[in-house]
């Protein structure tokens, strides 16, 4: 015999045909009492309820795999499992950006259609945008220099002279109309990141390599960077120089293909062609450097590959 007492409280809604006079429909336990009443009025409007949610699931459904270009039913079992994943992939491509992104806000001012922007760039630089809006919108961008900073980061090597070149330092730019302010800082931030590649490369190389004695970069013109490297021979005392084109970093561009030039004793000044290398061994040097991948990390490979013959040559 079944003992009631242990089963949850069932109960038996009344008929369907019962309600199709939009009566109420009564529900009755095992105590024979009435428990709620349903009408007939209720019921449809739950239906109406109940067949809008599924259209604007349907609807939000198709739109989103039209905009993710995805061939999926939208009645598909599937499709809950692709919209999971497909969340999951933007949310690490945000996470990603965040850690990429170079700049923060350091401040934000509005006022009467004046708008003051500043960024900081891993505090090396400060970009400001200053903005007048109105019919014509008129928009001054500056960057300036963290020279303190700059030093402490990166020392002996003349750096400060690389990012005044690169990022056009101190110097102030107008325009009038409408701009992108997120395509302004991409353009920083790609520029920044290249120069900073370079910069921790030739970093590296002075911890790693022995006989790297000098780096420097230099701009002998306002569309000219150079960075100047010396290896020397510690048998001989003598030493190979390198002078590299970086002006491409000035647009952002690694110099992936750099290939440096080696002048001989008579280009180089009276002061250092006693201290040059025979041509012998910079005519090997010049075949050893067109002989590298093209591609990054070109700096300190170029540097590597330098300071193994200068090495070899002191044994």
């Not at 996470?95 to 401040?107: E, G, P, T, Y």
């Amino acid at each position: 015999m079944l003992k009631l007492n242990f089963l949850p409280r069932l109960f038996v809604p009344c008929a369907r045909d019962a309600c199709v006079d939009n009566s109420p429909c009564q529900s009755v336990n095992f105590e024979g009492t009435q428990e709620e009443e349903v009408t007939g009025d209720q019921v449809t409007a739950l239906r109406q309820v109940l067949d809008d949610s599924e259209r604007k699931v349907m609807s939000l459904s198709k739109s989103f795999l039209d905009s993710c270009k995805k061939q999926i039913k939208p009645d598909s079992s599937d499709i809950i499992l692709f919209v999971t994943d497909e969340l999951k992939k933007r949310t690490c491509c945000r996470f990603i950006r965040l850690d990429m992104q170079l700049w923060d806000v350091d401040n934000l001012e509005s006022a009467n259609d004046h708008h003051n922007i500043v960024l900081n760039y891993l505090g090396l630089i400060i970009q400001r945008f200053t903005i007048n809006a109105g019919p014509v919108s008129r928009i001054v961008i500056s960057n300036e220099l963290n020279d303190v900073n700059i030093l402490k980061s990166f020392q002996n090597m003349d750096v400060c002279t690389a990012f005044a070149f690169v990022l056009h330092a101190n110097t102030t730019r107008k325009y009038v109309g409408s701009i992108s302010l997120m395509q302004e800082t991409q353009i920083t931030s790609s520029v920044l990141g290249n120069l900073l590649d370079v910069v921790e490369e030739v970093q590296a190389a002075n911890v790693e390599l022995q006989n790297l004695t000098y780096m420097n970069f230099h701009s002998p013109s306002a569309e000219q960077l150079e960075l100047h490297l010396h290896f020397i021979d510690f048998k001989s005392g003598r030493k190979a120089v390198l002078s590299i084109d970086m002006s491409c970093l000035k647009w952002g561009i690694y110099p992936s293909d750099a290939i440096p030039a080696v002048p001989s004793q008579l280009e180089c000044p009276p002061v250092l062609s006693r201290k040059i290398l025979p041509e012998p061994q910079l005519a090997e040097i010049r075949a050893a450097v067109l002989s590298l991948r093209v591609g990054y990390s070109r700096i300190i490979r170029l540097c590597r590959c330098v300071s193994e013959l200068v090495q070899a040559w002191s044994r």
